[in-house]
């Protein structure tokens, strides 16, 4: 294989320049994700109502979120991976809909 | 993930030779560059761990509509977990899982020394989340709130029997703890199984690494490795604040 394939290689979506994060830029998520996870602690002993539960997934989420973007790499990877991430976050949450959506139903105003 | 993760066997050396396109030890022959095993191999990666989300997932709905249907049994339940140990065991797997990356950080840079003490450190570190989920375990062995035969509801039909302060639970109700202590353990216990597993692999990974296999530009499975942790966390960081802080302020 010629150098030149081999670049034009990189600008598919199967191909992404290779990065090495740095120790710092994981410092700052490490820090991020511990005053996220005290927030999360702290958010939960205020009486918020049915905020509570939100603001508890919705923290989770972030947190997931960048550890799955800087911790796994997500957002250094090549198309088709990110593709494939969001597939199967896409799908969980066609899962998760659809169960809800039924057992909702099926008990109008008991829940 | 076996072809990504071998390094050197002499025989697919030779057969890499006879192709006239193999580099570096690690590049088995059926991959054009370097770039597209490692791609390959973290994309398998990615597979896998899509996978265990909808595992994960399915025990995650589970607990949803447990919890929309037997919400005062689960709140009372839930508060009997010790947040303290929930806190800290939750900052414990953040900063394995910063060690990792550090780790990955240091095998892309080539410091072997630098790459087997973080593994030292992570592995430590997760073998303290089990000890201190071991404690919490037993504390609830102790108290019979463990599901089944001997599961005892007395805590939560007179809580202030018990000095707790909580509105005491209708028998019924007070039975379906049962289900969120079922819960409790399965997912818990599932995401601890993940642990052991992930530090069995740690150990031969150390091994590896003292042996420089991924200080020379190889980094595949330290990388891979490092995903499988990295979402043991993640999906730890849903488990606390939904089983430790479902209800914590003072009900009314």
């Known amino acids: 294989m010629t150098d030149q394939a081999t670049h034009a ?52 989420c972030t947190q997931a979120t960048i550890g799955a973007l800087f911790f796994m790499h997500a957002a250094f990877q090549s198309r088709l991976i990110k593709l494939t991430i969001g597939a199967g976050v896409f799908v969980f949450l066609v899962m998760v809909t659809m169960t809800m959506s039924d057992y909702m139903s099926r008990s109008w105003g008991m829940w | 993930m076996d072809s990504a993760l071998a390094t050197t066997d002499p025989a697919d050396l030779h057969a890499g030779q006879e192709h006239g396109h193999v580099s570096l030890p690690q590049h088995r022959h ?21 996978t265990e989300i909808m595992f994960f997932g399915g025990m995650f709905l589970a607990y949803l509509l447990y919890r929309n249907w037997y919400y005062p049994a689960f709140v009372v339940a839930s508060n009997q977990l010790s947040v303290r140990i929930g806190t800290i065991n939750t900052m414990v797997l953040i900063t394995s899982g910063f060690c990792m990356a550090i780790g990955v950080w240091a095998a892309e840079v080539r410091r072997r020394s630098l790459l087997v003490a973080m593994l030292v450190t992570t592995t430590l570190l997760g073998v303290l989340f089990l000890s201190l989920k071991y404690g919490e375990y ?37 039975q379906k703890t049962q289900v969120f202590f079922f819960l409790y353990f399965a997912m818990t216990g599932m995401h601890a199984l993940h642990m052991i597993i992930g530090l069995g692999i740690l150990c031969w990974l150390i091994s590896r690494a003292r042996r420089g296999d991924f200080s020379a530009g190889y980094v595949a499975p330290v990388e891979n490795f ?7 966390d993640v999906v730890w960081l849903f488990l606390y604040p939904l089983l430790y802080l479902i209800n914590r302020h003072p009900m009314h």
């Not at chain 1, 740095?22 to 939960?44: D, E, H, R, S, W």
Request: with cysteine; glycine share 6%.
């Open chain 2, 226 to 232: 490092a995903l499988y942790w990295h979402f043991i």
């Open chain 2, 138 to 174: 037993h504390e609830k062995y102790e108290l019979h709130h463990i599901p089944g035969n001997n599961f005892n509801i007395s805590m939560f039909t007179n809580p202030a029997g018990y000095g707790i302060k909580e509105a005491p639970l209708p028998p019924d109700m007070a």
């Open chain 1, 9 to 60: 290689h990189l600008n598919d979506p199967e191909h992404a320049q290779h990065r090495i994060v740095t120790p710092l830029q994981y410092f700052f998520v490490y820090i991020i994700m511990l005053a996220l996870t005290g927030l999360t602690c702290a958010a939960a002993f205020v009486d918020l109502k049915w905020a509570n539960a939100v603001i508890a997934v919705g923290i989770a």
């Open chain 2, 30 to 50: 059926h991959f054009e560059t370097v770039e597209q095993q490692r791609e390959a191999g973290s994309f398998g990666m990615w597979l896998f761990l899509l």
